[in-house]
């Protein structure tokens, strides 16, 4: 059973605009929400992360938003540029490992 | 400082081979885990470690996957009998210790094709 689920599969977006990718969960014991950004041949690199304590974090041009009650979080790119061009990934953990989404393929045209 | 280091970075064996993927962690991370980053699955845990405790085997997909831990650093993923569905990428990741906010590092990883 997916826990994670994450949208859109993949994403195209203008250098300049702002890219949003979703991740909903199911299981409240998770508490931490972090951020991969993977290019290929490479492994996931950690982009950013939050606690459900908190409802927005925000690192430079990276914002997540949390929302609680709906089991939603998201990532927002501002001033999405063409170097942006990966593989994100959505994950959730409650203890050790992590949960991860299925990832979206985020393109920002030059 | 180095990252994770993972070898080989891929590997071509045929079907009914044994293969064994190798992990370095950073110097310092108490835990390490494996997963497999496969088209169909996406990326799945399969066993973690955290010093000298019994290993999380919960994720491990089959009775012919096994890992080992030697002296708290260096990690073995061993793959007998390979099998076609075996083929993806295995990432092994670090963490300073096993509690959930603690940031996973990830290797490269092997990329493992079963001919």
């Known amino acids: 059973q997916q826990q994670v689920k994450q949208s859109p599969q993949s994403l195209i977006v203008q250098k300049g605009g702002i890219s949003i990718i979703n991740c909903a969960y199911e299981?409240?014991?998770?508490?931490?929400f972090p951020w991969y950004q993977q290019f290929p041949g490479k492994g996931p690199a950690l982009l950013i992360a939050i606690r459900p304590d908190v409802s927005e974090k925000k690192e430079g041009r990276f914002t997540i938003s949390f929302n609680k009650s709906a089991k939603q979080f998201s990532l927002h790119i501002m001033d999405s540029q063409p170097g942006d061009s990966a593989t994100y990934f959505c994950a959730a953990s409650s203890s050790r490992q992590l949960t991860f989404g299925s990832g979206t393929q985020l393109t920002v045209l030059p | 400082g180095a990252g994770v280091s993972q070898s080989p970075s891929n590997k071509v064996t045929e079907k009914g081979k044994d293969v064994e993927l190798r992990c370095d962690p950073i110097?310092?991370?108490?835990?390490l885990y494996w997963y497999r980053q496969s088209l169909g699955q996406g990326l799945e845990f399969l066993i973690y470690f955290q010093g000298n405790s019994a290993p999380d085997k919960s994720g491990l997909p089959s009775d012919r996957f096994s890992a080992e831990r030697t002296g708290g650093s260096v990690s073995t993923l061993t793959i007998q009998r390979t099998q076609q569905e075996d083929s993806a990428v295995y990432l092994c990741?670090?963490?300073?210790?096993?509690?959930?906010?603690?940031?996973?590092?990830f290797g490269d990883g092997t990329r493992l094709s079963i001919l």
């Open positions: 990741a670090s963490s300073l210790a096993s509690s959930s906010n603690q940031p996973q590092h």
């Open positions: 299981n409240t014991a998770f508490d931490y």
């Open positions: 110097s310092g991370h108490t835990a």
